[in-house]
């Protein structure tokens, strides 16, 4: 598709896309060395014709080339927290304007890793390099360079939406014009301008991370940390963010990591990396994943309890999700015939599901993300609630 | 250097949140209004007769001033330690509720982030502080424009050091009820064995005093740091000092570089 070598001051790119998008850098486009993502975005498309199915871009030389090396380094990253090992030997890059998604249940060192990054937490081992600056040695423009979404609140209650923007914008040392501006363009992204002098204790809990994440985006950083983003957030709001962060990926080359359990959320990422119990178990884009890791699952309920520890028995490699469903791997073409010929009026539900993310996980892990994830994060905000009373 | 405007900046944002916060908690402004009138209008008026008695035909205390006059000074000292010493529950607040980590991301460097809450949280009890002063014309003070400077000045230092002990004292309390105690457990005790209620009286010697006091609560006295900082501002505010001042105004320089450092070390942790 692009010349691999030889590229000039500008060039015309032609490709396809069975489901075009809005904006073009959420395409899979690999620019030649030098020309990094960010060169792509809306100015410089033409004649995007998505009925078409085909996208003209015009690239040009941009001066974000210069700094075209990955937002994020990591190399050989192990850190030890409360005596358990958080991370072990975790190595990643993540380019500039891409969108990063590490997938993981709770406690697989998710948080772990971006308070790492956010200079929140110091490594025991390990090269870590943000936005081109090692975080050792030059932390401040780590941080200036970085947003930060917190999978808590971590808002101050009794100031108002306003004032909470203004505090940001004040140790962020942005001068007071550029502050204002900032603080009317954030809030109104998030649909905040009505709640601009209400207190945020009154916000509901949705219309709290918004302010959040428009918070994370004031001082325009080059990367935005976004762990578990969108809980609570309605279809809507959740895709005007989005919308708005890829714009801002075309446009300046905004990078996005993002943790998350919700499958749906990084099926939009270009690259994903599943992470467990502190090491990377796999990593690339998600239709790699799920072409490579992704099996095929048969999720039957079996009629009986004695049914169903014949379909335990028969089938050792089957996964029990729940108390009573049972995912079996269907790898073979003609496995569904064969299973149903010799269990088919054994069972009370059936589901048959293709390759996906949530199957990649389940194969390597063996355990499901979301009821799980779930399940532990209620317990574990009712715990931090009930220490906090202490 | 030229990091330096956005780190002023920062400063004064962080400044900023901490005076909204003092001006919009309402208990504690109760609190910073009720407790000098206790102080001075009941116990003070109630045991100034008492002062200056002649117990037996026999005067055991020569002291040109009325005891509202005497008290006056160290229930703004109380005031100040009160409100910087409970200043510490915003840094435990910070720390639960998860705005600790907002700042600890931004690209402020801790230095600065201390030294803005503590410049507000200084900046608060000075205020609380200033409050008493307008009670001064009832306990029989007057006071000319150099001296309210000179006091507000002082109280500023001694709310600086206070404010940086109360954050040493946060690092060491988990929660907000387990400071409630400890806080109270340190500012009574503190304050009561520190001449503040009571004088020694200068015209004594050390052998006279231990006539009328217990040796072990001289000691005390001696011992208190707060002794020679309420000694300091009676000296500006009334004129009378049991120490030389100097001790006074070293001992807050000394709190105030000293607990900032102590503080620096445990904050953020």
């Known amino acids: 598709m692009i010349p691999a070598a030889g590229f000039p001051n500008r060039q015309r790119l032609h490709f396809t896309r069975a489901s075009p ?13 030098g020309y990094g993502r960010g060169e792509v975005n809306q100015t410089n498309c033409q004649e995007a014709d998505f009925a078409g199915r085909s996208i003209s871009l015009l690239i040009q030389p941009h001066e974000t080339a210069e700094r075209a090396g990955p937002a994020v380094r ?11 090992v958080a991370l072990d030997d975790v190595s990643l890059s993540i380019g500039r304007g891409s969108s990063f998604a590490l997938l993981g249940p709770n406690g697989a060192g998710k948080t772990s890793l971006i308070s790492v990054l956010a200079t929140l937490r ?18 401040r423009q780590v941080r200036l360079s970085i947003g930060m979404v917190f999978q808590d609140p971590s808002l101050d209650d009794r100031l108002s939406a306003e004032e909470n923007l203004d505090f940001h914008g004040r140790v962020y040392g ?73 714009r801002q990926r075309c446009e300046r080359g905004l990078t996005l990591l993002t943790t998350t359990h919700y499958i749906e959320e990084v099926e939009d990422a270009d690259r994903i990396c599943i992470i467990d119990k502190g090491r990377i178990i796999a990593e690339g884009t998600p239709g790699q994943l799920k072409r490579e890791l992704g099996q ?30 049972l995912a079996i791997p269907a790898g073979e073409e003609d496995f569904v015939a064969g299973f149903l010929a010799r269990f088919g009026n054994r069972l009370r539900e059936m589901r048959f599901e293709g390759p996906t993310l949530e199957g990649v996980f389940l194969s390597l892990t063996g355990r499901v993300l979301r009821d799980r994830t779930d399940g532990e994060r209620e317990a574990q905000r009712n715990a931090g609630r009930r220490a906090g009373r202490r | ?19 909204m916060r003092a001006t919009r908690d309402k208990g504690q402004l109760l609190g910073g209004v009720s407790r000098p009138l206790i102080w001075l209008l009941i116990l003070g008026v109630g045991l100034n007769p008492y002062f200056r008695g002649e117990v037996f035909g026999e005067v055991r205390l020569v002291l040109p001033y009325s005891y509202l006059q005497f008290l006056f000074p160290a229930v703004i000292v109380l005031n100040i330690m009160y409100t910087s010493i409970q200043f510490a529950v915003s840094v435990i607040w910070d720390r639960e509720f998860g705005f600790l980590r907002e700042i600890l991301v931004s690209p402020m460097p801790r230095w600065a982030v201390l030294l803005g809450k503590v410049l507000g949280g200084a900046t608060a009890a000075t205020g609380h502080g200033t409050l008493v002063l307008i009670l001064a ?52 005790p503190l304050y009561f064995a520190s001449s503040s209620v009571f004088p020694l009286d200068p015209s004594l010697t050390r052998t006279q005093l231990v006539a009328s006091y217990p ?22 505010l009334i004129n009378f000092n049991q120490f030389p001042p100097q001790i006074g105004f070293g001992l807050v320089g000394i709190g105030m570089i000293g607990f900032f450092l102590w503080a620096l070390r445990s904050f953020g942790r």
């Open chain 1, 21 to 33: 998008k809005p904006y073009i850098c959420g395409l899979s486009l690999r620019p030649p060395e």
């Open chain 1, 74 to 84: 990591v190399e050989h990253l192990s850190l030890k927290y409360g005596g358990q």
């Open chain 2, 137 to 188: 014309r009832f306990a029989d003070v007057t006071l000319t424009a150099p001296q309210v400077a000179q006091a507000i000045a002082y109280m500023f230092a001694l709310s600086f050091a206070l404010t940086c002990f109360g954050v040493v004292l946060a690092g060491k309390v988990r929660s907000f009820e387990g400071f409630g105690v400890f806080s109270n457990t340190v500012i009574l």
């Open chain 2, 215 to 236: 040796e072990w609560l001289i000691m005390l006295i001696y011992a208190n740091p707060i002794t020679y900082a309420v000694d300091a501002l009676r000296g500006i």
């Open chain 1, 174 to 246: 942005m001068p007071g014009r550029a502050r204002a501006d900032a603080i009317d363009r954030m809030l109104d992204l998030v649909e905040l301008t009505g709640w601009r002098e209400t207190v945020v204790r009154s916000f509901s809990g949705g219309m709290k991370r918004r302010l959040e994440i428009a918070r994370a985006l004031m001082h325009e950083p080059q990367i935005l940390f976004l762990d578990e983003p969108t809980v609570g957030l309605d279809a809507q709001t959740r895709a005007r963010i989005w919308a708005y962060l890829n």
């Open chain 1, 296 to 325: 095929s699952f048969l999720h039957v309920v079996a009629a009986t309890p004695a049914d169903h520890a014949a379909l335990l028995a028969a089938y050792p490699g089957a996964h029990a999700i729940g108390a009573e469903t």
């Open chain 1, 122 to 139: 110091e490594a025991d081992k390990g090269l870590v390099e943000v936005a081109g600056h090692d975080l050792r040695r030059a932390s």
């Open chain 2, 1 to 19: 250097m030229n990091s330096f405007l956005p780190i002023l900046r920062g400063i004064h944002g962080v400044w900023l949140r901490e005076i």
